[in-house]
């Protein structure tokens, strides 16, 4: 007899929740809203009334705000429709408070098999998992990892080949898949574990969400707009279709048979007074053959927050192995398919409304009931300008003016060296500085100027964390003094070029020697002293793959044109010592320009203290902007610059500024001498 009031209930409930849909659907359809405050729109033919599942092409992010507060839906009438945003828009990140996903295992053993290494895991979690995360401090490996799941401890299951598990210059794979299995135990065999002392400490198990899986992200139109080589990494300049698509992944497609690489994929942005980088994602990518066997590999890097900016920066670590063979970069978003209840007839998707706010429907609460019903599935149209476009007026601040040209007026004759700008193309500059441009300029690069008819050109002073190398061939220097040490003189191309480390290499393949790095200063009177910038030991060992070079870090940046290597080899031979590369950081200056205007870089003027413009406040207009290639003159003096000034740089040290200092003397005390009357002859 209670079952019918039940049935009763559950009745009412449905009806209830139907009604209630009805009310919010029609309350959003009957809302006042302007459609020409928007500045673009998107059709939608809707053939037939009922649930429409539109899904959102890149084009719609290409004006909207980045968290989509613009985004509405109206109808032929202009009249708001209610909807629901259907995925994920940006990755979620994990807040400081939230518990982590990974789970502690319940147990782990490691012990020795006739294979080489076992390692047997208790995951302690019944439910499936996505993958098995293992733990060591071991900094170089490479093993090939033969996995088994079992549900008792007794009876195994492999998983199939063999993958790879290593860590090397900062790439590293410790994951091992299980791809949603439920495994209270899983048995890891390493291969070939003689071959280097890598000691496994425990795991963690990251288990499956409850929830469904997300949808397969879908391509997005990307652009490489620019490929350079750094020590050490490679950057890649990637064009996205919008500047707020909602990234989930990038893929590489490289033809090399063999590599590991770490991979950070970033923004530039403008954090007070400096630019930085904020990181979107990261990951390793590699592709690796054990035993023969079919390669295994991992090409993409997730992303994990939103970029933001049209233009994003890609970071590939390749340490000391040679750049990859990149063909392309394929970048895909993150589905999303807006879900609304409409009438038969033309709709718009409207985006480019930068004075609204998101909105708020009663639709968020039967988000279920509206996933689990059949929907017309349609794709928004082709972005079009709003036609009578009118902004919506304020009390706001009016949009920030174009970036300006020109600065304030400059006196030129105070800086001692003047180099003319080459500009390719008109627009937003990009103006990296040469060796000769760091190492002439103060040591916070305060006096660099740009001018143009005696003044100022606006810029803005980009420091990124990234580093050019120079290689250099080190000059044996024989100490008769002392012939168990090895010395060799290092030619640097300027003096104070701010160096930061210096990587020797050497085909040796084992030694173990301590070095250090120095140079050496001459006063007034003739006596030499040193100084040291850098020192530690170096081993080398022939084991597959151990690193043929090693960096050191300079404690400052040299004052002088030459530094000194030396090592000690004991009653060892005499080490081989193969090309050196010093390596400088990399400033660069952003600013607009014409091919028509004449530009100058002024810098060498230690009196002045950094420039201060207006332009600041457009920073972030320029470092997201598109940039042409500016390149620098070959370096010379200014013609401002004093005589004295000019013998002093002639030279690498201060003989050759006194030799020249003497020789003005000289000819200053000849030509007095000429001129004084002669005495009368007797």
Aim: glycine share 4%.
């Amino acid at each position: 007899m209670k079952i019918l009031p039940r049935l009763r209930l559950d009745l009412f409930a449905r009806l209830a929740v139907s009604a209630a849909f009805a009310v919010a659907c029609f309350t959003a359809t009957s809302a006042a809203l302007v459609p020409t405050e928007w500045s673009h729109r998107q059709p939608l033919d809707v053939p037939r009334a009922g649930l429409v599942s539109a899904a959102l092409p890149t084009a719609t992010f290409e004006h909207a705000q980045p968290n989509l507060a613009d985004l509405r839906v109206v109808d032929a009438s202009g009249r708001e429709v209610a909807y629901w945003l259907d995925g994920q828009l940006h990755a979620r990140a994990s807040l400081p408070t939230e518990p982590s996903p990974w789970r502690s295992v319940a147990s782990f053993r490691s012990e020795r098999a006739r294979e080489g290494m076992q390692l047997v895991i208790a995951t302690g979690v019944a439910g499936p998992l996505d993958a098995l995360e293992l733990q060591t401090a071991a900094p170089f490996f490479l093993l090939a990892a033969h996995v088994d799941v079992s549900s008792d401890g007794q009876t195994w299951e492999s998983l199939g080949a063999a993958l790879p598990l290593f860590r090397q210059f900062g790439a590293e794979q410790l994951r091992v898949p299980l791809a949603r299995r439920k495994a209270a135990f899983v048995r890891v065999t390493l291969d070939d574990f003689r071959l280097r002392d890598v000691v496994f400490t425990g795991a963690r198990a990251l288990p499956s969400p409850s929830a469904a899986a997300e949808p397969e992200p879908v391509p997005v139109e990307t652009r490489l707009v620019r490929r350079e080589e750094f020590a050490g990494e490679t950057v890649l300049t990637l064009e996205l279709a919008a500047p707020h698509v909602p990234l989930a992944r990038l893929a590489f497609d490289a033809r090399d048979a063999v590599f590991m690489r770490r991979v950070v994929v970033a923004v530039r942005e403008v954090a007070g007074e400096k630019t930085v980088e904020r990181p979107l994602g990261s990951g390793t990518i590699y592709r690796v053959a054990l035993d023969g066997a079919e390669a295994r590999a991992e090409l993409a890097v997730p992303i994990a927050h939103p970029p933001g900016a049209r233009e994003i920066i890609v970071h590939v670590f390749n340490g000391d192995s040679p750049p990859l063979t990149l063909d392309a970069v394929r970048a895909a978003m993150r589905p999303l398919k807006l879900l609304f209840v409409a009438q038969p007839g033309p709709h718009f998707l409207l985006t480019g409304n930068a004075q609204t706010d998101a909105p708020r429907y009663d639709l968020a609460a039967f988000a279920g009931e509206l996933r689990r019903a059949d929907a017309l599935a349609l794709t928004a149209g082709d972005l079009a300008a709003m036609p009578d476009h009118r902004p919506r007026t304020t009390l706001t601040e009016p949009p920030l003016p174009d970036v300006p040209l020109l600065g304030g007026a400059i006196d030129a004759s105070a800086w001692t060296y003047r180099r003319a700008v080459r500009i390719a193309a008109s627009g937003v500059q990009e103006l990296e500085l040469d060796p000769a441009a760091l190492a002439r300029s103060s040591s916070a690069l305060a006096d660099l100027r740009l001018v143009r008819d005696d003044h100022q050109v606006p810029y803005v002073l980009e420091r990124p964390n990234l580093s050019r190398a120079l290689p250099v061939e080190p000059i044996v220097v024989a100490d008769p003094k002392r012939p168990s040490v090895s010395l060799w003189r290092v030619a640097l191309p300027f003096p104070h070029l701010p160096v930061q480390r210096v990587t020797l290499t050497t085909a040796a393949p084992l030694f173990e020697r301590q070095f250090r790095v120095f140079e050496k200063f001459t006063d007034a009177n003739g006596r030499e002293s040193e100084s040291m910038l850098a020192s530690g030991a170096w081993t080398r060992t022939p084991a597959p793959g151990a690193p043929t070079a090693r960096t050191f870090e300079l404690s400052r940046a040299p004052q002088t044109d030459t530094l000194w290597i030396e090592t000690d080899n004991g009653d060892n031979p005499a080490l081989p010592l193969g090309p050196v590369q010093i390596v400088h950081p990399v400033a660069r200056l952003i600013f607009k320009a014409d091919t028509a205007d004449t530009i100058a870089l002024l810098h060498g003027n230690d009196t002045v203290t950094a420039a201060r413009y207006d332009l600041s406040l457009l920073a972030p207009k320029l470092l997201h902007a598109h940039r042409e290639i500016a390149t620098l003159d070959v370096p010379g003096p200014a013609a401002s610059e004093p005589l004295l000034t000019r013998l002093s740089r002639l030279g690498t040290g201060r003989a050759v500024f006194w030799a020249a200092l003497a020789v003005l003397v000289i000819a200053l005390l000849v030509t007095v001498a000429r001129l004084l009357p002669k005495p009368p002859q007797k």
